[in-house]
C-alpha cells in the first residue's frame, strides 16, 4: 500500500487560513449550507479539461470531433456546461437521451450507444432525427432499419467494433478485447457482415465505425493500436462504402486518482491516436475521415470532489503488536461503489484540517453494510476526530451516475462551484423520496395458519 504524506490540491483546490477552499468557497461552508455528505463540482477544472482536450485536436491539423459520454456524470448542469463547451453528447439510454435534451442538446448533436437498445429507445432516437446511432449488433440494425422503413426516416449509423484489443486496466471496463459482448469483431468477420447489412438497407446511412476498449488508461498506446486497425478496415471496405465520414475512438482516458498516478500528456495521447486513424489514408494519397473521441471520466473525474463529516473512530488489532485506525464517514458504497466493485482506490483530506500535517494512517469506513471500505489506507493529521470534515478527490466520473439507495439512504445533493459562487444543481433526495414510488396493501397474499 502506498502512503501519501503531501498534501494534494486538485484544480482550484486551495488552503487559506486554515481552511480548505474550491473555487474560493470553504468546504466548511459548503458543508453547513448544503449538509454531507455532498458532490462537489469544479466547473473551472472540467472546462480546463476540455480546452486542454480540444486544443490537443486542433493541433493535430485533421478534423476531429469531440463528445462529452454523459454516463460519467449526466447531472443536468454538467452536461450544460459540455454544451455550452461546445461538445457533443453520447447516451447509452432512453433516461440519458432525456438528460441530453432536457439539458439543451439538438439532436444533431447526439450520439446513441447501448449493446442491448430497447426498441422503444431506437424509436425515440430516430423520431428524434438524432446525429449517430452506434449498431451494436445485428437485431440493432433491423430494428433500426425496420423503424426508419416505418417512419420513413433515415438515420445516421455506426458500427461498434471489438478492434482485438486487450487494454491495461480493470477487467469490468476492459471492453475492447475480442471476448466481449459490445460490438462487431473484426477479426471473425463480423464486422464486415455488419457493413453489408448495411449497405443494404436504404435508409440506413453509414456514417462510420467507432470502438471504445477500456477505461481509465493512462497512456494511448491501446486505444493507438485500435485506430491502427479501426483504419485498415475502413480502408478495406472503402470499395463497399466509399470513405467513412468518421472513425471514433470512445473515451478512456484516465485521471490521477492518487498522488503517484502519471497520465500521458493529453497532446501526444491525442496527437498519436489522431495520427493512427488518418496516417494510413493519407499514406494512399486519400483523404482522412473525421476522429471522434468521447470521453467521460477525463473530462469530470478530477473535478468532483465529495465532502463527508467524519464519525466514529475506533482503533483496532491487526496482529503483530500492530493497530489499525478506521475512521467512518456519513457516506461510502452507495454514493460511491467504485472501491466495493472494483478496487478502485482515492485520495482524500481532512478539510477540517488542511494545514496539519497528514502524517497518521486511517482506513476510511463508508456507512453501509459489506465492509464498505471506502479507502484501504490514507494519511490524515494525527489529531483527526469525530465532526472533521474529509474531502474525497476525483469523484466527479461514476459515483453520482452511480449512487444508489442502498440501506434506504437518500442520494447527496451536488454543488457546483462557478466563479467562486456554489450553485445546488441537485438537490439532496429526502427519506420521503425513498418510499414515493412504493405501493403496500392490508394483506400481501393469503396468510396459512
Ligand atoms: C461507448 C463509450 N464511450 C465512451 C465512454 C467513456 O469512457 P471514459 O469515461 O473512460 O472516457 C464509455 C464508458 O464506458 C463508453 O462505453
Not at 501519501?4 to 461552508?29: A, H, N, P, W, Y
Not at 500535517?357 to 469506513?365: K, Q, T, V
Amino acid at each position: 500500500m502506498q502512503y501519501f504524506t503531501e498534501m494534494r490540491l486538485l484544480g482550484s483546490q486551495s488552503v487559506e487560513k486554515r481552511r480548505l477552499l474550491i473555487g474560493g468557497v470553504s468546504c466548511d461552508e459548503l458543508a453547513d449550507r448544503f449538509g454531507t455528505p455532498l458532490y462537489l463540482f469544479d466547473a473551472s477544472d472540467a472546462r480546463e479539461k476540455i480546452e486542454r482536450f480540444v486544443s490537443a485536436a486542433d493541433a493535430t491539423g485533421e478534423a476531429v470531433s469531440i463528445a462529452f459520454a454523459s454516463k460519467a456524470n449526466g447531472a443536468l448542469s454538467v452536461l450544460k456546461l459540455m454544451l455550452d463547451a461546445g461538445l457533443d453528447v453520447d447516451v447509452a439510454s432512453e433516461g440519458e437521451l432525456e438528460g441530453a435534451v432536457r439539458a439543451g442538446f439538438p439532436p444533431e448533436r447526439i450520439q446513441m450507444h447501448g449493446s442491448n437498445k430497447s426498441d422503444a429507445e431506437i424509436e425515440t432516437a430516430v423520431r428524434m432525427g438524432i446525429k449517430t446511432i452506434v449498431l451494436d449488433n445485428v437485431r440493432d440494425i433491423q430494428k433500426t432499419s425496420e423503424v426508419c422503413e416505418s417512419l420513413g426516416r433515415s438515420q445516421n449509423v455506426m458500427i461498434r467494433l471489438a478492434p482485438g484489443i486487450h487494454p491495461e486496466t480493470h477487467e469490468a471496463i476492459s471492453t475492447g478485447q475480442d471476448d466481449t459482448k459490445f460490438g462487431f469483431n473484426i477479426s471473425d468477420g463480423a464486422a464486415r457482415d455488419a457493413v453489408e447489412r448495411i449497405s443494404r438497407c436504404g435508409l440506413l446511412h453509414f456514417a462510420g465505425i467507432h470502438m471504445h476498449i477500456g477505461s481509465q488508461l493512462m497512456e494511448g498506446s491501446g486505444i493507438e493500436a485500435g485506430a491502427h486497425r479501426m483504419a485498415q478496415f475502413a480502408i478495406e471496405i472503402r470499395p463497399m462504402v466509399g470513405t467513412l465520414e468518421e472513425i471514433n475512438c470512445g473515451g478512456g482516458l484516465g485521471i490521477r486518482y492518487l498522488p503517484s498516478d502519471a497520465l500521458e500528456p493529453i497532446q501526444s495521447f491525442v496527437s498519436r491516436i489522431v495520427g493512427a486513424c488518418t496516417k494510413p489514408f493519407r499514406d494512399l494519397g486519400m483523404p482522412p475521415p473525421r476522429v471522434g473521441f468521447e470521453m467521460g471520466r477525463y473530462f469530470v473525474g478530477e473535478a468532483g470532489s465529495t465532502l463527508y463529516r467524519i464519525g466514529r473512530i475506533k482503533t483496532v488489532p491487526i496482529g503483530n503488536g500492530k493497530t489499525r485506525t478506521y475512521a467512518s464517514v456519513d457516506g461510502g458504497l452507495a454514493d460511491n461503489p467504485r472501491p466495493q466493485l472494483y478496487g478502485a482506490v482515492y485520495y482524500a483530506l481532512n478539510a477540517s484540517r488542511p494545514d496539519e500535517p497528514h502524517d497518521a494512517p486511517f482506513r476510511i469506513a463508508g456507512r453501509h453494510c459489506e465492509t464498505d471500505r471506502l479507502i484501504p489506507e490514507v494519511h490524515l493529521p494525527a489529531a483527526t476526530r469525530e465532526g472533521d470534515l474529509l474531502l474525497v478527490q476525483c469523484t466527479g466520473a461514476y459515483n453520482f451516475s452511480m449512487a444508489s439507495n442502498y440501506n434506504r439512504y437518500p442520494r447527496p445533493a451536488m454543488v457546483i462551484v462557478a466563479d467562486g459562487e456554489p450553485f445546488l444543481a441537485v438537490e439532496r433526495e429526502t427519506v420521503a423520496d425513498l418510499f414515493s414510488h412504493e405501493r403496500i396493501r392490508s394483506t400481501i397474499g393469503t396468510i396459512r395458519q
